[in-house]
């Protein structure tokens, strides 16, 4: 089964390759495209929106469009933070992925994906990214579109919570998104 996995906005770092490399022991196939082209910023918020405002929405956007092209249109998708915005917009041009998981971050589920598609939403709690209006929407929107939601705040937690390397990190809360996630992979394979 393909999977593509998007980074996040301090670009391609070792948190991505590490999930890339977890993915394919267990035999997926996995296309992590590097969508700033080699550039990479701090673990601060402002570093990496003027890294992103730098290389361009289309860009990234555009490089992310290019991998999944070379995906099967079944690929699952799985987004870290700005990798979720990824997702967002190329979603609706992707709606026989078999599965989608937002780490960090929500997006709206797309009227059309297939129905039981499940999708899953991991975030902070208390999290500027994932400001209750939106965690609502990511709820609201998989149920009209069919797709089978599971939702998980993480309390003590900081926004980028599954990266070992960054303050933000909190184990308890990483284990429990990836034993969802792949839980979730396993069960559409």
Same mark, same amino acid.
């Given at each position: 089964m393909d999977v593509? =996995?998007? !980074?996040s906005m301090w670009g391609l770092?070792?948190?991505e390759v590490a999930a890339a490399d977890r993915l394919r022991s267990l035999g997926y196939q996995?296309?992590?495209?590097d969508l700033f082209g080699g550039r990479t910023a701090p673990g601060e918020l402002e570093a990496g929106?003027?890294?992103? %405002?730098?290389i361009g929405w289309s860009t990234i956007t555009g490089r992310a469009y290019d991998a999944l092209s070379r995906v099967s249109d079944d690929a699952a998708m799985i987004g870290f933070s700005m990798g979720v915005g990824v997702i967002s917009q190329v979603w609706s041009d992707r709606l026989g992925a078999a599965a989608v998981a937002c780490l960090h971050a929500p997006a709206s589920v797309p009227a059309g994906v297939w129905p039981g598609t499940p999708v899953?939403? !991991?975030y902070a %709690?208390?999290?500027r990214f994932a400001p209750p209006e939106q965690v609502a929407e990511f709820r609201r929107s998989a149920a009209a579109?069919?797709?089978? %939601?599971? =939702?998980?705040?993480?309390?003590?937690a900081g926004h980028y919570f599954t990266d070992e390397s960054h303050p933000d990190y909190a184990p308890a809360a990483a =284990?429990? %998104?990836?034993?969802?996630?792949?839980?979730m992979l396993q069960s559409v394979r």
């Open positions: 593509v =996995v998007f !980074h770092r070792p948190v996995v296309s992590l495209p929106f003027a890294l992103m %405002a730098e899953q939403l !991991h %709690a208390g999290d579109a069919g797709a089978v %939601a599971l =939702v998980r705040e993480y309390e003590e =284990v429990a %998104a990836w034993t969802d996630l792949l839980n």
